[in-house]
């Protein structure tokens, strides 16, 4: 089992930067690969970035690429997301994911694939 404990979710104005982290306690931290969601009012769960076990893979959703970077601690068992240049539209609740892979490649971005939720941060972006 791995428990991860998001936090660092806030108010913030447009244009604004947030750095989400996300602690993982239980098992140990490696090799997980792991993954940030959000979900807005009204709308669906969206996946936003994720980082394979090493670091040395991420992947972005289109709509936050060049604006939020994805990296890891392994020492300290935490992810992060840094969110730059932030808009009205990121304001959701964010949710970082595990699931147990070596695989060096392109991290999962479905949903489905990941066995460990946290419990959510919010963030709200004002105009």
């Known amino acids: 089992q791995v428990q991860l404990v998001e936090s660092g979710g806030g108010l913030v104005q447009a244009g604004g930067s947030l750095r989400l ?12 690969a792991m993954g940030w969601f959000r979900l807005a009012p009204g709308k669906e769960r969206e996946f936003v970035a994720a980082i394979n076990w090493s ?16 990296s890891r601690d392994n020492a300290k068992n935490t992810v992060y997301l840094q969110m ?6 990121d304001t959701a609740d964010y949710y970082c994911a595990a699931v147990r892979s ?23 972006v004002s105009s």
């Open 84 to 89: 730059n240049s932030l808009k009205p539209e």
């Open 21 to 32: 982290s996300c602690a993982a306690s239980g098992r140990t931290f490696v090799p997980y």
């Open 102 to 124: 070596r695989w060096a490649g392109t991290p999962p971005q479905r949903a489905h694939e990941y066995d460990y939720w946290g419990q959510g941060t919010q963030v709200t």
């Open 55 to 70: 670091g040395g893979s991420t992947y972005y959703a289109e709509s936050v690429k060049g604006r939020f970077t994805i």
